[in-house]
């Protein structure tokens, strides 16, 4: 896998998102590389964007993803 930006990482896992799941561990594996290049310590993500935009489906994300060793949080 090429190396990724933090936004086409994060485009990466809205489209994973919106194709049911498709291939979402790989992305984040992908937004985890991303993130330390970057030096970034969270992710932020547009709860517009997201499937299930409601504070259960959120919650299911950020803990799905703290799994997998990274930190999300949303704006707005």
Known sequence: MADLTLNEAIE???????ANNADIDEHIAGLKAAMAREGVKEAT???GKL???NR???KMMQAY???RGVSIG???
Not at 12 to 18: D, E, G, R, T, W
């Open 65 to 67: 993803f703290r799994q």
């Open 56 to 58: 259960q489906g959120r």
């Open 51 to 53: 499937a299930q935009n």
């Open 74 to 76: 949303f704006s707005g």
């Open 12 to 18: 990466n896992i809205y489209a994973s998102l919106k």
């Open 45 to 47: 993500f547009d709860p």
